[in-house]
Nanobody, 115 residues
């Protein structure tokens, strides 16, 4: 059974930083591209960033230059370093495969950025 468990969210002031982590189990982690997604209140879930099995990355325009995705295949984890946070980054953040598998969504981790 696949499990993706996100952690590292919290409350931070605008301009601050957070580092999110996602621990995976039940999948052959190293062969998959992994992504971070987010859902703000009243909005649809959206793509944030992805990292391929070989380490190639891509980002949504809204976070480019501020967020960095990375992965540790040995530990089956994917991280999202978020710098220069803005109030509009407030959302629940999720990890999943890229493209996402609808059966893999976890609970997510809440990120709240105060102005």
């Amino acid at each position: 059974q696949v499990q993706l468990v996100e952690s590292g969210g919290g409350l931070v002031q605008a301009g601050g930083s957070l580092r999110l982590s996602c621990a995976a189990s039940g999948i052959v982690f190293s062969v998959y591209s992994m992504g971070w997604y987010r859902q703000a209140p009243g909005k649809q879930r959206e793509f944030v960033a992805y990292i391929s099995s070989l380490g190639g990355t891509n980002y949504a325009d809204s976070v480019k230059g501020r967020f960095t995705i990375s992965r540790d295949n040995g530990k089956k984890t994917v991280h999202l370093q978020m710098n220069s946070l803005k109030p509009e980054d407030t959302a629940v953040y999720y990890c999943n495969k890229f493209p996402e598998n609808p059966t893999y969504w976890g609970q997510g981790t809440q990120v709240t950025v105060s102005s």
